[in-house]
């Protein structure tokens, strides 16, 4: 396993649509090795594929140190409730701001042995799998940000 650099806002490959994984590889594997290393390295709690150059679908989250998940091809199912609060980005080190998202999710994806299962979170894994999703999909979270970001004290 390796740290990967973490891409920062302004980068290009941060904006872009990741494509599909067709089938589970060894350097796939090695990449979400990579990408749990690089985020427990950083102290974040979800880590996107893009975030470290890589155009695919796949992220990874473990909001409590306990439970890591890998998301492969995620499609994001039902979304219900509000919760508003902080967030941040490895990508956007130093900053956060405050931002309003589901409570509530239901999401479909792939795990590490390409099988598919489902999982429904709340709050805090609810808000870490719509950030990492919309990664995904060439957004950050400081275009959802209500009022300015804030310094990281």
């Known amino acids: 396993m390796a740290l990967r650099k973490i891409r920062k806002i302004g980068d290009e490959v941060l ?3 990741c494509r599909e994984v067709s089938k589970m590889t060894p350097r796939i594997h090695t990449l979400v090795q990579d ?3 690089t985020m427990y390295e950083a102290e974040g709690v979800g880590l996107a594929a893009p975030q470290v150059g890589i155009l695919k679908r ?3 989250v473990d909001v409590d140190r306990e439970n890591s998940y890998v998301f492969i091809n995620p499609e994001i199912v039902e979304r219900s409730g509000e919760q508003t609060g902080e967030e941040g980005c490895l990508s956007v080190p130093g900053k956060y701001g405050i931002v309003t998202r589901a ?3 239901k999401v479909r994806a ?3 042995n390409m099988e598919p299962f489902e999982l429904e979170a709340d709050e805090l894994l609810a808000r870490a799998i719509q950030h ?3 990664h995904l999909d060439g957004h950050l979270y400081v275009e959802k940000v209500e009022g300015e970001l804030q310094e990281v004290e």
Do not use: A, C, G, R
Request: net charge negative; glycine share 0%.
């Open 15 to 17: 904006t872009k649509q």
């Open 35 to 37: 990408m749990f290393e």
């Open 58 to 60: 796949i992220f990874v």
């Open 103 to 105: 409570n509530h999710v």
């Open 110 to 112: 792939l795990d590490l």
């Open 132 to 134: 990492e999703y919309d």
